[in-house]
């Protein structure tokens, strides 16, 4: 284990302390995991609910008879066949930009401190004062680091799933979080694995 890894008990009751930084395209695969996970079968769902409506006013269209409104019938197909582009191109779209907002903070830190009833995650902010920055490497002391952590307890509302390469975290598909795996040495890995999946039960799952 490196030195930015704290694995036993502290006074505070801190279980594993670790810094990392999130690399771009591993933050890009993890989001379109968490898409294919709660946005993708919404979208192919009423996808193909606008597609049968199409195809059931495209019967009528045919085969509908003197009687069948036809203007009616293509603006109602029409409808349906742009409700479908959007469906299919609002979530990369999302993707894109949020994409563009990380490419801005790829080289920010974040840290992991995990607690036995609760985690906090959160960046690690540089010191705001280049002064004092350059007033502790002149001197070889630490610099003085800001922690904006948000702390997470661990309740029912709560999910981790691992995949190859890193973990997703997330709380009622309101908070996301990525945790690369390459931040951990394989002994590290296990405790996580066991620590959440004893916490978190059913809601810690394994892609890998």
């Excluded at 080289?107 to 607690?115: G, M, S, V």
Aim: proline share 5%.
């Amino acid at each position: 284990m490196d030195e930015n890894t704290t694995t036993t008990v502290s006074a505070d009751g801190l279980l594993m302390e670790k810094q990392y930084k999130i690399p771009f395209e591993m933050f890009r695969n993890a989001f379109i995991a968490f898409q294919k996970k709660f946005v993708y079968p919404r979208t192919y769902l009423v996808m193909g609910v606008l597609a049968l409506v199409i195809a059931v006013y495209g019967y009528f269209l045919v085969y509908g008879g003197e009687n069948a409104n036809r203007g009616l019938y293509c603006m109602i197909m029409l409808f349906c066949a742009v409700m479908i582009v959007f469906q299919w191109f609002n979530p990369r779209k999302i993707r894109r930009n949020l994409m563009e907002g990380v490419r801005e903070i790829e080289d920010d830190e974040y840290r992991l401190r995990i607690f036995p009833e609760y985690l906090e995650i959160g960046n690690i902010l540089p010191p705001e004062n280049p002064e004092d920055a350059a007033h502790d490497e002149l001197f070889d002391d630490a610099p003085t680091e800001d922690f904006t952590g948000t702390r997470i307890h661990y309740n029912k509302g709560l999910h981790m799933i691992e995949y190859p390469d890193f973990f997703i975290l997330y709380q009622q598909k309101t908070m996301f979080y990525v945790v690369p795996k390459t931040a951990f040495d394989a002994e590290e890995l296990e405790i996580l694995r066991v620590h959440f999946s004893q916490r978190l039960e059913k809601n810690f799952s394994s892609k890998c």
